[in-house]
């Protein structure tokens, strides 16, 4: 008798989404924390600048590092995507269904996969065009840089949806993992679920305030100078100074 063989492809699947996602929302933990460095200082800012453009390693700043950390980035992202979006309701009718049917369930889990779903739609357009502006303009990083960015070319109200999505999709996506993989369950997997997901509206909200306060900054920064004459950021310690 012939033995039959097992697909593995979903599983893999699976494994690569996991794997990603774990990735990206690490990347989405450590930006945020980079980019509140503007609420230490613009100085504190304009180092981690620095420091992402090499300048510390090598002697010079070189934009081009940020272009490829955001390439791969959105190379991950692009394939996380992929494999995600084949999970999602591809009709409304379906989409539709499936609302109902968490509504009338009132599963919260259920609920944070809807939550998943949205926000996930949302990042694959915010989120690219965020990541595409890193990649062809690397050097437009900086407390002043971008303050401009924010304020001078609109793109804050694009940042706060971005934000809201990525950091409520980021920590969803941690907590159902945590579940499904089984991390940290311990004994008693109803008391588990019910920590991790304490942990997770813990992070949500805290990183919402600080993505929020940091973007706020940016906003007076850009509010209070006047960028008409190319005025710079200069270190207050370095000879160097911000690209715009």
């Known amino acids: 008798m012939k033995k039959r063989e097992i697909n593995r492809t979903p599983a893999k699947l699976d494994f690569i989404q996991s794997s990603t996602g774990v990735i990206l929302a690490l990347f989405i933990v450590g930006h945020i924390v980079f980019e509140s460095s503007i609420l230490i200082s613009h100085e504190m800012m304009h180092r981690v600048t620095l420091m992402f453009e090499g300048y510390y390693f090598f002697g010079e700043r070189y934009p081009g590092i940020i272009s490829f950390l955001a390439g791969a980035i959105f190379a991950i992202f692009i394939l996380h995507a992929a494999i995600a979006i084949g999970k999602f309701p591809s009709k409304y009718k379906e989409f539709k269904i499936i609302r109902d049917h968490t509504k009338r369930m009132r599963h919260e889990d259920s609920s944070l996969w809807m939550i998943q779903v949205i926000t996930g739609f949302i990042m694959f357009f915010v989120g690219s065009i965020h990541l595409f502006s890193m990649i062809t303009h690397p050097g437009d990083i900086g407390p002043y840089a971008s303050s401009v960015r924010v304020v001078e070319e609109y793109m804050g109200i694009l940042y706060i949806v971005l934000l809201f999505s990525v950091v409520s999709h980021a920590f969803i996506g941690l907590y159902r993992l945590a579940m499904k993989w089984g991390f940290m369950e311990g004994k008693d997997s109803k008391r588990s679920r019910k920590f991790f997901k304490l942990l997770m509206k813990i992070f949500i909200l805290v990183y919402l305030i600080l993505g929020s306060l940091s973007l706020w900054r940016y ?15 200069h270190s207050t310690t370095l000879d160097i100074g911000d690209h715009k």
Do not use: A, P, Q
């Open 219 to 233: 906003v007076n920064i850009g509010v209070e100078h006047n960028f008409e004459d190319g005025e710079r950021y």
